[in-house]
């Protein structure tokens, strides 16, 4: 069946301007995460969806970041005003509730 | 909040070598995994295990909770093999939010 999906799978913006980046989880996984990679980095949890709701938004770097989740499928990470610094790889995941995690492509994001 | 520390941090291994990655962790936890993520940026999620062993084919797994570590083993590794493997908690204050350590980086020679 269709995994995780990722879009744009690459985005080259200029800082100062949002962007959008969006998932679309495996149909039924009720849990969905981001994260975020920096070149030769680890990995950095962002946030995480149970169904529609975000227990914990305090891993998110900034409050130019926000993310929303709707009718318990797909997910948007928007960056308002994006900075050199939130050059990285954006990672989500989706899983049938706590359990194991598979893994989209990600959205390889440069500002420049 | 929770440290996660994995070690080695480099690991160079020959083809069919057996190999044994370290996670310690600072506090309880309700939830540990183990990832890989291969050369080309690929993460794939190896083993959900709070606590206990499991196996799957060459590579198994074991937490520790009472002494808040975790193992990772893998038996006659293959090339396939290399690439960075991440160890990830949560914790039971904040159980929605994951953290990882800075991983290991295993490289499988032929």
């Known amino acids: 069946g269709a995994g995780v999906s990722q879009s744009p799978s690459n985005k080259v913006t200029e800082k100062g301007k949002d962007v959008e980046l969006r998932c679309d989880p495996i149909s039924g996984h009720t849990a969905l995460y981001w994260y975020r990679q920096s070149l030769g980095q680890g990995l950095e949890f962002l946030i995480y969806f149970q169904g529609n709701s975000a227990p914990d938004k305090s891993g998110l770097p900034s409050d130019r970041f926000s993310a929303e989740r709707t009718g318990g499928s797909v997910s948007t990470l928007t960056i308002q005003r994006t900075q050199q610094e939130d050059s990285a790889v954006y990672l989500c995941?989706?899983?049938?509730?706590?359990?194991?995690?598979?893994f989209g492509p990600g959205t390889r994001l440069l500002v420049l | 909040g929770i440290q996660v520390e994995q070690s080695p941090p480099d690991l160079i291994l020959q083809e069919g070598a057996n190999s044994t990655l370290r996670c310690n962790f600072s506090?309880?936890?309700?939830?540990l995994q183990w990832f890989h993520q291969n050369p080309w940026g690929q993460l794939i999620n190896l083993f959900y295990i709070p606590s206990g062993t499991k196996q799957n084919g060459r590579l198994s797994a074991t937490t520790v909770a009472t002494e808040r570590y975790s193992l990772l083993y893998i038996s006659s590794s293959q090339t396939t093999d290399s690439g960075v493997y991440f160890c990830a908690v949560t914790g039971y204050s904040s159980a929605s939010k994951i953290i990882f350590g800075s991983g290991t980086r295993l490289s499988i020679r032929p």
């Open positions: 995941a989706s899983s049938p509730l706590m359990e194991t995690q598979y």
């Open positions: 506090d309880s936890v309700n939830n």
